[in-house]
C-alpha cells in the first residue's frame, strides 16, 4: 500500500471553525447561504470516515483499500482541506466587510463578492459546486470503507464458529436473498444531497439484478409520473428514463469487468415478471390512456445487461440496496477515471430508499409469484421515488 490515509482531524476543525462563523454573520447572498448550509454534512461525513479510518476500531477497513483508493483518498481530504480554507477566509472577509488587503468597504452585494473573491460571483459557484462533489466522494469512501469493515468482521466470526469445541448455531427465520457482496445496515450512505443546480434533461437508468422487476416498476412508475405531470403542462426535468440488470449478459457490455468483480452473469432473454407489472399496473392510479402504452412497452422489452457507458452517459444510477451500490462503485472505478471534481456530472450511483431513509434497502419479492409480497414492493419504490424527483428534480405533483 503506497502510505496511509491521512487523518481528517484536521479538515473537520477548520470546518468546525467556519460553521460557527457562518452562524455569525447575517445578510448572506443566496450563493454563500447555499455554501454555509452544506458545511455541517460536510462535517458529519468527514466525522464518520474519520472513524471508519481508526485502525483501532476498524482495521478491517483500512486494510482492504488498494494503494491507488489511498492516494485518491488522500488527494480528496487535500482537496476538502483548501475548498474548507476558501470558506473560512470568504466568511471572515464578509463579515468584517473586508477586501484584499484589509479594506474595509460597503458594497452592493456584486462588488462586495468580486472584490472579496477577486474574481467573478462564477468562483463562488464553482467552489460551492465542488463542495457537493467532496459530498459524494466522501460518501463513497464511507461505503466503501462500512462495507470492507463489516466482511472483515463476518469472516472473523465464521472463523471462531468453526474453531474446535463450538457448536454451529443454526439459523432460524428467513433472510433477504444474499447479495454478491454483504454489507452492513448501519453505518451506511447518508441520505444523498441534492445536486447543486437543479438539472434538466436529465438521464435516469435504474438497476438491479435482472432487470425483471425492481427496476423495471421503478422505471414504469417514474414513466406515469412524468407524463402526468407533462399532461397538466408541468415541469419535467428528466429526457429518458430506462432500467437495466447488472447480472445480465450484454456481449456490448463491461463482461470483463463485471468478471473482475467476480459477479456472475446469465443471458438477457427474460420478459419483466408480471406478477411485479400487475403490482404497479393492475389498479386505479393514474388511469389514464398512456397507462397501458407505458405498460405494454415495459413489458414486451426483454431484460437489458449494463452498457459500458452507463457512468458517462446517465446523471443518476439508481439502485436497491448497498450491495448493489458497492459493486457500481466498484465497478465505475474499472471503467471510469472518477475524480473528485466538480466538474463531474455523470455517473452519480445513489440509493433508492434513502431518499425515504438512511440506508433503506428495497429487496426483491420471494417467491417471485406472491402478488401480496410485490405490492409491499411497489409501495416502498413509489414513495422512495417520488422524494427523488422531488429532491433531485425539484418536481411538483400534479394535482
Known sequence: MAGSPVSPGE??????????????????????????????????????????????????????????????????????????????????????????????FRFDWVAHLVYVLGSSPDKLQALGESIEAHLIDINRFVVLLSAFAHNAAMQQKAAQSKAPGKKKEKKVGKSP?????????????????????????????????????????????????????????????????????????????????????????????????????????DNKLLDFPFKHQVRTSISQRKARGLPKDLFTTNDFIIVFTLAQQINLIRLRELLVNFRSSSSDKKGRIVLLGDYVKRGSQIYEAKPFTDRTKWNKVTGKIKPAVKAFLKKEMDWTPPT
Open 177 to 281: 436473498s444474499p447479495a454478491p457482496l454483504t454489507v452492513p445496515a448501519i453505518p451506511a450512505a447518508r441520505s444523498p444531497s441534492p445536486s447543486p443546480v437543479v438539472m434538466s434533461n436529465c438521464t435516469i437508468t435504474f438497476v438491479d439484478g435482472d432487470n425483471v422487476g425492481r427496476s423495471r416498476i421503478a422505471e414504469g412508475y417514474m414513466k406515469l409520473l412524468g407524463e402526468s405531470t407533462l399532461r397538466k403542462k408541468l415541469t419535467w426535468r428528466i429526457a429518458s428514463i430506462n432500467s437495466h440488470g447488472w447480472a445480465v449478459s450484454n456481449t456490448a457490455g463491461p463482461q470483463k469487468e463485471l468478471a473482475q468483480l467476480n459477479l456472475a452473469l446469465k443471458p438477457g432473454a427474460e420478459t419483466p415478471n408480471f406478477v411485479a407489472m400487475d403490482s404497479l399496473f
Open 11 to 104: 479538515v473537520i476543525a477548520l470546518i468546525k471553525k467556519a460553521i460557527d462563523l457562518y452562524k455569525e454573520v447575517k445578510d448572506y447572498t443566496e450563493q454563500i447561504e447555499k455554501i454555509g448550509k452544506r458545511m455541517p454534512r460536510l462535517r458529519d461525513y468527514l466525522e464518520e470516515l474519520q472513524e471508519l479510518l481508526d485502525t483501532r476500531k476498524n482495521p478491517g477497513g483500512i486494510a482492504s483499500l488498494r494503494a491507488t483508493q489511498v492516494r485518491r483518498l488522500n488527494d480528496l481530504i487535500g482537496a476538502v482541506k483548501d475548498d474548507a480554507k476558501d470558506v473560512y477566509d470568504l466568511l471572515r472577509r464578509w463579515k468584517e466587510n473586508q477586501g484584499p488587503g484589509g479594506v474595509i
